[in-house]
């Protein structure tokens, strides 16, 4: 009976400590298989040494996908932000190709020089995505460096005149005075302003206006577009 007994233990211990780890070794290969990472379940009856281990793999799936969603949203928005430059050096280019312009016009000149400064920004963006590592460890290289405020709305509204062209869209600057100068990553900030200024031209209609608006709020400047568009849907509101 003893011997039986003593089976039936060790039977039953095995299952206890092989049960966790098989659960591991499951998810692992489905992680291999699909590429999603994914947590182990954790039973209440799992020996405290293997629910440690089993803790710490899940917090280092927690880890690994916060930086699969950083490097996702990075390449989102850098994919969005090269769609502007490359639609207004499109734009130009065929201007430039028509026959009927004999020397180039101040709105030609214009053009080209709106082309040299998407084609510039549009580098500096691959630059950063070819940097891939620097968003695997969570970190982006910030150049902080006293900035105008003004000239930033300013820079990022140049950056979509062309485009905004297209649906004889206006912009209305309504800026603060005495903006001081702050402490910013100037491209990065310009960056997230053409995001908003590219999605407010997308979603507006012709003959339309857009607003611009730079002003001081609580010791911070506040950058903020305003259009006619549609807007958010309320399923996607905070």
């Not at 290969?29 to 293997?50: A, F, H, R």
């Not at 490359?86 to 028509?98: I, M, P, Q, R, Y």
């Not at 630059?127 to 590592?133: G, I, P, V």
């Amino acid at each position: 009976i003893s011997i039986i007994l003593s089976l039936l233990a060790g039977r039953w211990l095995t299952q206890i400590i092989m049960k966790p780890i098989a659960s591991m070794i499951s998810t692992m290969e489905e992680i291999e298989q699909s590429g999603v990472p994914k947590k182990i379940l954790i039973n209440n009856d799992t020996k405290d040494e293997l629910r440690k281990m089993a803790k710490t793999f899940n917090r280092m799936i927690v880890k690994l996908q916060n930086n699969i969603n950083k490097q996702r949203q990075f390449i989102s928005d850098a994919s969005h932000e090269l769609k502007t430059p490359l639609a207004s050096s499109d734009l130009s280019l065929k201007l430039l190709e028509d026959q009927r312009n004999g020397k180039l016009t101040k709105d030609q000149k214009e053009l080209v020089q709106h082309l040299k400064q998407d084609n510039q920004r549009m580098l500096r963006i691959l630059s950063e995505l070819l940097n891939m590592s620097q968003v695997e460890a969570g970190k982006i290289q910030l150049e902080i460096k006293p900035v105008n405020p003004a000239a930033i709305a300013d820079n990022a509204i140049n950056a979509v005149t062309t485009t905004a062209r297209e649906k004889n869209i206006h912009f209305q600057k309504n800026y603060s005075n005495e903006i001081p100068t702050v402490k910013a990553d100037e491209e990065k900030t310009g960056w997230v302003l053409n995001n908003f200024l590219t999605n407010a031209i997308k979603y507006s209609s012709e003959n339309s206006d857009i607003s611009v608006n730079v002003k001081t709020s609580h010791g911070f400047i506040q950058f903020s577009v305003i259009d006619n568009g549609p807007g958010i849907s309320e399923e996607y509101l905070p």
